[in-house]
């Protein structure tokens, strides 16, 4: 079973506009990262954040992270078209050996 | 740098047919992982390993499924016999462990078919 989930399954903006997406998890983490995925493609890597932050820029990339409500976001700022993919959060867990469960995903569609 | 590299990118097989999968980490990563994605879905770990050794295969079915990896670098992935639910993406990441977590390099994946 996953432990995360995102929200919304799907969003559609128009270029320019920002996108937000949320995730929450269940369990305790030792931070959560954010990955996306054209199209038929593998996942590429955005960003990390640790379980001890609030707050990571990268880029046009702001991701959050509220421990007490177990949940993140991922704001991407002046979006383009080829910011169309699939986001997912990967929640990171446990002690000798992360366990990291990625989450269903948001597909964003930007329209140009 | 080369990425993780997987073969074949495709497969088209009958159900009761054997098929394998195989990857090539990136050089330096001693962690490698096997995810299966299913279609709108996020990837499910399959196994992990660190260096040659399987350190989380919970969720590898494990009658059917199998993997390796020999001297701690490229690892395949094995399923006899396939059934019509293994129709998904295998993807293989990689990831240099020098912290508690570490950034996972995924490849494209393998879409396999089973008719």
């Known amino acids: 079973s996953q432990q995360g989930e995102e929200d919304p399954q799907a969003l559609s903006i128009q270029e320019g506009e920002n996108a937000t997406m949320n995730c929450s998890y269940k369990?305790?983490?030792?931070?959560l990262q954010w990955y996306r995925q054209n199209s038929g493609r593998g996942l590429v890597h955005l960003i990390l954040?640790?379980?001890?932050?609030r707050e990571k820029h990268s880029g046009r990339l702001r991701v959050t992270l509220d421990t007490s409500k177990k949940s993140s976001s991922l704001l991407i700022t002046a979006s383009r078209a080829a910011d169309t993919a699939s986001y997912f959060c990967?929640?990171?867990?446990?002690?000798?050996?992360?366990?990291?469960?990625f989450g269903p995903g948001t597909s964003l569609s930007v329209i140009p | 740098e080369a990425g993780v590299v997987q073969s074949p990118r495709y497969k088209i097989i009958e159900k009761k047919q054997p098929v394998a999968f195989w990857c090539n980490p990136i050089?330096?990563?001693?962690?490698l992982y096997w995810y299966r994605q299913n279609l709108g879905q996020g990837p499910e770990l399959l196994i992990r390993?660190?260096?040659?050794?399987?350190?989380?295969d919970s969720q590898l079915p494990k009658d059917r499924f199998s993997a390796e990896r020999l001297k701690g670098v490229d690892s395949t992935l094995k399923i006899q016999p396939a059934e019509l639910g293994d129709s998904a993406v295998y993807l293989c990441?990689?990831?240099?462990?020098?912290?508690?977590?570490?950034?996972?390099?995924f490849g494209p994946g393998t879409r396999l078919t089973v008719t």
């Open positions: 990967a929640s990171s867990s446990g002690t000798s050996y992360d366990k990291v469960i």
């Open positions: 954040i640790r379980s001890n932050e």
């Open positions: 050089s330096g990563h001693n962690t």
């Open positions: 990441a990689s990831s240099f462990r020098n912290s508690l977590s570490a950034e996972q390099y």
């Open positions: 369990t305790s983490i030792n931070n």
């Open positions: 390993y660190e260096n040659e050794e399987a350190v989380d």
